[in-house]
């Protein structure tokens, strides 16, 4: 058994950056069919980046997903950098007049895989046996098994390559270049059921080591741990973890985190990755397959709604002309911003954790730097209007 589709626009990846597309799509009259290699379950049990730009949230009311981030999401004003135990209040409203949203990566995919299926959108999630076709030509497409078992082919006059760091579709973008790095540190995730200990997020810049203090809601919090790539952690006690989390953080104001039952623990690489050109012919890269950032900017996942913004709108009129050339500006306008976020991420990274042969001079010229950055109002401006999200005019949207 076997069936053909044809769609306007097929969509490989239904992650968060597809499934706005997706949406966007819609909302401007055109098809699309989306199909992801994991199941729904499987991507909203992926726990991922937790903050949102002001200017993402607000996609998701724009283009009709949900307001469910009014209720159960967070304003933050704000975030605390601490030094050696000393706490540094990043305020963003003071600063540059905005505010973040603490809501999940997990709440958007449930947010934007709901609004599909209630506008009776084309998504199919746990195929496998993807292969490309004809990328390269008027009529790309793609073959797969769907979750039933029955091989399927989807034919489309455009392709969008949003299946992340693992992508097989940057391969359909030919003389691609891919600039690449990697740190000698990782993340040690975990998720607790504890009590909120503050009402923002930490980073922790300790002798120690790095540790991130998120949360998710009154009574699960998410907190992150530099160690090395090596380290086993998942071997560590629930005690000796909170005691390296509470080492991270302490300091002369007596502040002590509020523990409790660890119930998930995960190792997060950190990467820097950009492909470029994101767009060739009738295929557009958006979000992780075009570049990937490391977590400590929180920048991930705004960055691929950012995509989305830009890259929708051509896409739709390009699907109504069925013309390629409508697409022409999206990697002008997408590359400067990603690497203007690449730049931002790789600078909070290597402010913020210590090298594993971090020397002496080494590690008093990055206090240096932090020093400078955090002990004068123009420094915490620059940080804050980054974190914060930059304006619309100088992202390009
Ligand atoms: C998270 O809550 O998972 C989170 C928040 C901020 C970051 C990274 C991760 O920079």
């Given at each position: 058994?076997?069936?053909?589709?044809?769609?306007?626009?097929?969509?490989?990846?239904?992650?968060?950056?597809?499934l706005?597309?997706?949406?966007?799509?819609?909302?401007?009259?055109?098809?699309?069919?989306?199909?992801?290699?994991?199941?729904?379950?499987?991507?909203?049990?992926?726990?991922r980046?937790?903050?949102?730009?002001?200017?993402a949230?607000r996609?998701?009311?724009?283009e009709?997903?949900s307001?469910?981030?009014?209720t159960?999401?967070?304003?933050?004003?704000?975030?605390d950098?601490?030094?050696?135990?000393?706490?540094?209040?990043?305020?963003?409203?003071?600063?540059?007049?905005?505010?973040?949203?603490?809501?999940?990566?997990?709440d958007?995919?449930?947010?934007?895989?709901?609004?599909?299926?209630?506008?009776?959108?084309?998504?199919?999630?746990?195929?496998?046996?993807?292969?490309?076709?004809?990328?390269?030509s008027?009529?790309?497409?793609?073959?797969?098994?769907?979750?039933?078992?029955?091989?399927?082919e989807?034919?489309?006059?455009?392709?969008?390559?949003?299946?992340?760091?693992r992508s097989?579709?940057?391969?359909?973008?030919?003389?691609?270049?891919?600039?690449?790095?990697?740190y000698p540190?990782?993340?040690?995730g975990?998720?607790?059921?504890?009590?909120?200990?503050?009402d923002?997020?930490?980073?922790?810049?300790?002798?120690?080591?790095?540790?991130?203090?998120?949360?998710?809601?009154?009574?699960?919090?998410?907190?992150y741990?530099?160690?090395?790539?090596?380290?086993?952690?998942?071997?560590?006690?629930?005690?000796?973890?909170?005691?390296e989390?509470?080492?991270?953080?302490?300091?002369?104001?007596?502040?002590?985190?509020?523990?409790?039952?660890?119930?998930?623990?995960?190792?997060?690489p950190f990467?820097?990755?950009?492909?470029?050109p994101?767009?060739?012919?009738r295929v557009?890269?958006?979000?992780?397959?075009?570049h990937?950032?490391?977590?400590?900017?929180a920048?991930?996942?705004?960055l691929?709604l950012?995509?989305a913004?830009?890259?929708?709108p051509?896409?739709?009129?390009?699907?109504?002309?069925?013309?390629p050339?409508?697409?022409?500006d999206y990697?002008?306008?997408?590359?400067?911003?990603?690497?203007?976020?690449?730049?931002?991420?790789?600078?909070?990274?290597t402010?913020?954790?210590?090298?594993p042969?971090?020397n002496?001079?080494?590690?008093?010229?990055?206090?240096?730097?932090?020093?400078?950055?955090?002990?004068h109002?123009?420094?915490?401006r620059h940080?804050?209007?980054?974190?914060?999200?930059w304006?619309?005019?100088?992202?390009?949207?």
């Amino acid at each position: 058994m076997s069936e053909t589709t044809r769609t306007q626009v097929l969509i490989i990846g239904a992650g968060p950056a597809g499934l706005m597309i997706s949406q966007m799509l819609h909302n401007r009259g055109v098809e699309s069919v989306a199909i992801d290699i994991r199941t729904r379950e499987e991507i909203e049990n992926t726990h991922r980046a937790g903050i949102l730009e002001a200017k993402a949230v607000r996609m998701l009311e724009d283009e009709n997903v949900s307001q469910r981030f009014r209720t159960d999401g967070y304003e933050h004003d704000g975030t605390d950098i601490r030094v050696r135990g000393i706490s540094n209040r990043i305020s963003f409203k003071d600063l540059v007049g905005a505010s973040v949203w603490l809501y999940p990566q997990t709440d958007v995919f449930i947010d934007l895989a709901n609004a599909r299926e209630r506008d009776g959108g084309d998504v199919r999630f746990g195929v496998s046996d993807v292969e490309l076709l004809d990328g390269d030509s008027d009529n790309p497409g793609v073959r797969f098994t769907d979750a039933a078992g029955t091989t399927q082919e989807v034919r489309a006059d455009f392709v969008v390559g949003s299946d992340g760091s693992r992508s097989i579709c940057r391969a359909l973008i030919p003389g691609a270049t891919q600039y690449f790095r990697e740190y000698p540190f990782a993340w040690f995730g975990i998720m607790a059921e504890a009590p909120m200990s503050y009402d923002e997020l930490i980073y922790a810049s300790s002798d120690r080591g790095f540790a991130l203090i998120s949360q998710r809601t009154p009574t699960v919090q998410r907190m992150y741990l530099q160690c090395n790539p090596s380290d086993d952690m998942h071997n560590w006690s629930e005690d000796q973890l909170w005691d390296e989390f509470q080492a991270r953080v302490a300091g002369p104001d007596g502040f002590e985190l509020k523990t409790g039952p660890i119930f998930e623990r995960t190792l997060l690489p950190f990467r820097s990755f950009v492909q470029q050109p994101m767009q060739h012919g009738r295929v557009s890269l958006a979000g992780d397959a075009a570049h990937t950032v490391p977590p400590t900017g929180a920048r991930g996942l705004n960055l691929a709604l950012s995509d989305a913004r830009v890259l929708a709108p051509r896409l739709a009129e390009a699907a109504k002309a069925n013309d390629p050339a409508k697409l022409a500006d999206y990697e002008e306008i997408a590359v400067k911003r990603v690497w203007r976020a690449q730049n931002f991420s790789y600078w909070m990274t290597t402010m913020l954790h210590s090298l594993p042969d971090e020397n002496p001079f080494d590690r008093m010229r990055r206090l240096g730097e932090l020093e400078m950055v955090l002990g004068h109002e123009s420094g915490r401006r620059h940080l804050a209007e980054a974190y914060a999200g930059w304006p619309n005019e100088v992202d390009g949207l």
